[in-house]
């Protein structure tokens, strides 16, 4: 890196302060990325590169790497000059140094060829730079099933603690029953598809945070909590339900069993 001391060249401090803006800005959880280099070239030499986050958690063994409409991921990769521009025309390599994946240099589509109990890495590197990213290993996913099917929130008007369900849930497997193995690290999407009221719930996180999206743990499991509003029941009384759909896709097809029809039952507290 250059020299950082009071009498550098006013254009020697102006980069150095933009190097230390820069990197602050670019670490954020969803990258992994930034190395420096020396910024004295043209504005295609490269200062810095961010890793974009993969498309999906996991790639299936014997399998590339697709995202739920069954489309080849690739991953994406930007270079950046000293000025902070991207450069598009940059040559990026791709590597695993990790078991379970290959990795084609050129373009970066990854193959999962075994299962590993880590994430494995995916380097992908300009000149002396590198950026990493990390890809689960999983089973390709035959089937889905209920976890959870039916729940009972005992609304009430005045304690919103008591208005949201246990987490609807579905499971994974590799195979066609529940014998055979889980399949974890995976997209599972969720819908409300009957209510009697558009506003009447939504589905949440386990920290009630809206969310149609969950990724299979490692017991094969995702699930969404129903919160339900009862100032948009019919009635301070009514009894009532809402009905969810869960649906798991590989290749772009569901996945044997989508949907999975999950029930919450809405009932009056005492």
């Known amino acids: 890196m250059m020299g950082r001391g009071v009498n550098a060249p006013p254009a020697r401090r102006r980069a150095v ?19 420096c280099t020396d910024i004295s070239g043209s504005g295609n030499s490269i200062l ?8 999906s958690p996991s790639v299936v063994v014997g399998d590339t790497l697709r995202d739920t409409t069954g489309a080849v991921i690739l991953p994406v990769v930007h270079a ?16 695993s140094p990790d078991s379970g994946v ?12 075994s299962l590993r109990s880590t994430p494995a890495r995916i380097i992908a590197t300009v000149g002396n ?25 005992t609304y009430s008007l005045l304690d919103s603690t008591k208005n949201s369900s246990h987490p609807m849930s ?15 690290n995976y997209i599972v999407s969720f819908a409300i598809v009957s209510q009697s009221n558009p506003n009447l719930a939504d589905l949440v996180t386990e920290a009630g945070k809206l969310s ?10 995702a699930g969404r ?32 069993g989508s949907p999975v029809r999950l029930v919450v039952v809405l009932q009056p507290g005492s």
Do not use: C, M, W
């Open 129 to 153: 730079l590198q950026a990493v990213q990390r890809i689960n290993l999983t089973l390709r996913p035959d089937t889905i099933i209920a976890s959870l099917a039916v729940d009972t929130i």
């Open 225 to 256: 909590k129903i919160l339900v509003h009862p100032v948009n029941l019919s009635s301070a009384t009514a009894i009532d339900s809402v009905i969810v759909q869960a649906t798991a896709r590989y290749r772009g097809q569901p996945v044997p």
């Open 48 to 55: 810095s590169l961010q890793f974009d986050t993969l498309a």
């Open 80 to 95: 950046f000059n000293y000025k902070g521009g991207e450069i598009a025309a940059a040559k990026i390599y791709f590597q």
């Open 212 to 221: 149609r999206v969950d990724t299979t743990d490692g017991s094969g499991i």
């Open 102 to 113: 290959t990795v084609d240099s050129a373009t970066g589509v990854i193959v999962g060829d």
């Open 170 to 184: 579905v499971k994974l497997l590799h195979g066609l029953t529940t014998s055979d193995s889980v399949v974890s």
């Open 17 to 35: 302060a933009f190097i230390a803006g820069f990197v602050g800005v670019v670490v954020v959880p969803s990258v992994i990325a930034i190395a």
